[in-house]
């Protein structure tokens, strides 16, 4: 697909996602659920995920240290593959297209589609509930709100968020199949 053709297809899915991405980025304005949406993003930058791996590789034994070593592996695998997909596919973000989607907090590179947090926060959910079941009611919910807050604040469609979703659940499926727990 050409840089013009592909500009077109974003510029299409832009203004059907738009008003989707308007309305949640207005109902979160100004008020305590913004608060937590904005705290959620910046655990989403890495600095939950790297306190999960240190604590697994720590306290866990050699499972913990395998699920740890599991998810920086996968981890530093999205990261490439987020990155080449961002730069190749050039989607400018909901904020930068529409005027009216107002920045929650500033992103940490300039495209939106996939969303990297939300790629990550679906990876390692799912590789460390997978060898530690208990930590489910924790990080299900954190995940789902790092995945939320990427539409809320004004960085994501709801598309680049089901993008980064099916390439972190993908990354950790692969993960656990060729490299077992």
Known sequence: MTATGAARVWQRMDRLERATCLRI???????AVHAVFVAASRLGDGIAW?????????????????????MAVAGGVGVLLYRVLKTRLVRERPFISHAAIRLGTAPLDRYSFPSGHTLHAVCFTILAVSHEPWLAPVLVPLALAIAASRVVLGLHYPSDVAAGALIGAALAAASLEFWPG
């Open 25 to 31: 980025n207005r109902g979160c304005r100004g008020s």
């Open 50 to 70: 790297y306190a999960l791996m240190a604590s697994l590789a720590l306290a866990g034994g050699a499972p913990g240290t395998t699920a740890a070593m599991q």
